[in-house]
């Protein structure tokens, strides 16, 4: 195939991601997203905790594809189309639902001490147990698991072939350079996480506020649901039983 034939622009990369995301890329991440957000229950305020290390994932993914391509595009091709991409996206799933899942189970522990009944200061006055036990809490491990696990998920969305991507990859392989084609999956990657951070930073965190404050007294019950479908998913994922 001619060079110039597929030779793009950083502009004509974002608008070629924009479109992307604009349209498959929602439907691609929801049944990944979704729960996660409906477990986190922290609305749209708090939607970047989600959204920003996923995203930040996809555009190192999408980078790094570019930078492979032009390096050795038919390289790249041939480890995207490889067991390992599958592999890093079910792992990373189920690395965010072990978080939730840890997540439930320190909410659930917290609820039963703050209904042991009120401690006392020294003075005689009533203090809350839940108030003491606030005080001494260090972040537990979904603090830690969740974040990572929302990184290489974005990286293993970002690393599965798809139209858009292998033009990024001709282009970048067209052009021979790893700069270029590290510039090229970037610019790719702001486009295709533009659309569906407005998507999910508002719409859907909203959506899911919205069902955990209907349904409080269900929160840790809503939450390890949401966590074993998503584990569920990148078992899934992982096997190869269902392609993103």
């Known amino acids: 195939m001619d060079g110039a034939a597929v030779s793009l622009s950083f502009g004509a990369a974002l608008l070629l991601g ?6 498959p890329c929602n439907i691609a991440c929801l049944p990944f997203l979704g729960p996660v957000f409906v477990a986190g229950g922290g609305g749209v305020r708090q939607a970047w905790r989600v959204l920003l290390p996923f995203s930040l994932g996809r555009l190192t ?24 991409v599958r592999w890093v996206l079910g792992g ?12 439930s189970s320190a909410t659930g522990r917290k609820g039963h ?15 809350a147990v839940e108030m003491r ?11 830690r698991l969740v974040p990572g696990g929302l990184y290489l998920m974005g990286m293993g969305m970002a690393l599965n072939p ?19 084609g590290a ?20 719409g859907v965190a909203h959506l899911g506020a919205q069902l955990r404050e209907h349904l409080a007294s269900w929160e840790t019950t809503l939450t390890r649901v949401s966590a074993l479908m998503i584990a569920g998913l990148g078992t899934a994922t992982a096997l190869g039983w269902i392609q993103p």
Not at 162 to 180: E, W
């Open 162 to 180: 798809c139209a858009p991507l292998s033009t990024i990859m001709l282009a970048a392989a067209a052009a021979a350079s790893a700069v270029s």
């Open 61 to 84: 993914g999408y980078a790094g594809v570019g930078l492979v391509a032009g390096l050795a595009g038919g390289i790249a091709q041939g480890w995207l189309e490889s067991p390992v």
């Open 18 to 23: 924009l479109g992307f995301g604009a349209g």
């Open 92 to 103: 990373a799933t189920l690395l965010v639902a072990a978080g939730l899942l840890l997540r």
């Open 133 to 143: 036990l606030q005080r001494r809490a260090k972040p537990g491990p979904d603090k």
């Open 113 to 127: 001490c703050a209904a042991t009944g009120p401690g006392r200061k020294p003075d005689g006055q009533p203090i």
């Open 183 to 202: 510039w090229l999956g970037f610019g790719f990657g702001i486009g295709a996480v533009a659309m569906p951070a407005v998507i999910f930073g508002l």
